[in-house]
């Protein structure tokens, strides 16, 4: 199934945290493709912002929120009155579910809960697709397909398994492809791309400390993840959105989206990469213990291939370069026109 730019001209669609790295380029996008779009989350929490410089606000209706307050996230999707839901709203950083467990889980779990049981209240809505994460599975030592075991060691991945379950649950129980609305969740690999100053996320924190002229810290210069641009998972949870309304009975159910074979690399082959990209920079390995994470993830999207005719357009090392010089325009310039 391809994108299909008329699907989207003047459908309404709700997306929740809309002004995070991948909220803010999912709604740029969708504004181009003509889309009526809402968003629903917090504000921009970095400064230069992707979203203002964008100026997003003046191209979309912005509700401020939190996905943890039930009857505020009800109330939103009542006024936007959407056809198609994106739910990525979600406490996203490993490091800081270990500070912050029970914030967490509610973020990412009852947040889920709660916009599922808005969508039961709300008429209209066609599609849903609920971002989770490579990271919902137990076992990630091999290439993880969608039916291979849920889990999680901590809470981030543990928060995003059971939204997994959550969603399959309400799905059967309340919110069938049957009545008419598909429902899929998407598990990407690790998202990069211009634009995101999230802290304890490798590129950030190597971009920082390359301008600043100091050498970045690697936690685990060894860890193996599945790298992609941004633009190559958002077009996967379009397509997603867009299959799972025409043909709920077919894509409402979980799908992953990570790199062809060859694109998982280590922490530290992408550290090389961005400072040869840059011209500058070193790093070092943080010294003592640091927070038990996988050593290595992985995933099979053969099923997106197959079913989705999705497959990811750039490779790693494209989208290292791409992400790099994305940062080097915002630094440089000041602009996102880029």
């Keep these: 199934m391809q994108l299909d730019p008329g699907f989207w001209q003047g459908r309404k669609v709700l997306v929740t945290g809309h002004a995070g790295f991948k909220g803010t380029w999912l709604t740029a996008w969708l504004c181009e493709l003509g889309a009526e779009v809402t968003g629903f989350g917090h504000p921009p929490r970095w400064t230069p912002s992707l979203h203002e410089l964008l100026g997003l606000d003046r191209r979309m209706r912005t509700i401020t929120g939190d996905v943890r307050d039930r009857a505020a996230l009800a109330a939103a999707l009542a006024a936007a009155e ?72 901590e809470p981030y991945a543990a928060s995003k398994a059971c939204a997994e379950i959550l969603v399959h649950a309400w799905r059967a129980s309340f919110l069938p492809p049957g009545s008419g609305i598909g429902i899929a969740t998407a598990r990407a690999g690790n998202v990069i791309g211009g634009g995101d100053w999230s802290a304890h996320r490798l590129i950030p924190d ?56 060859g694109g998982d690399w280590t922490v530290a082959e992408v550290a090389a990469a961005v400072s040869r990209r840059l011209g500058a ?58």
């Design 281 to 338: 920079g070193r790093w070092q390995v943080e010294q003592g213990s640091v927070p038990a994470e996988s050593a290595l993830q992985r995933l099979s999207s053969e099923r997106a291939k197959r079913r989705l005719g999705w497959r990811p357009l750039l490779s790693t090392a494209e989208a290292v370069d791409w992400t790099v010089d994305g940062y080097r325009e915002l630094l440089e310039t000041g602009r996102a026109d880029w």
């Design 82 to 153: 959407p056809e198609i839901v994106l739910h990525l709203a979600a406490r996203p950083i490993v490091l800081e579910a270990l500070e912050d467990p029970v914030g967490t889980v509610e973020s990412n779990l009852v947040g889920t809960m709660n916009l599922l049981e808005a969508v039961r209240v709300v008429p209209g809505v066609r599609a849903v697709v609920v971002v989770t994460s490579d990271k919902c599975y137990r076992e990630p030592h091999q290439a993880c397909r969608e039916n291979d075991p849920l889990g999680g060691d």
């Design 206 to 261: 190597l971009v920082r400390s390359f301008a600043a002229a100091r050498p970045a810290t690697l936690r685990r210069p060894g860890a193996i993840r599945p790298w992609q641009h941004v633009l190559d998972a958002l077009a996967g949870y379009l397509r997603l959105a867009q299959a799972a309304a025409l043909d709920p009975m077919r894509f409402a159910s979980a799908w992953n989206f990570g790199p062809d074979p």
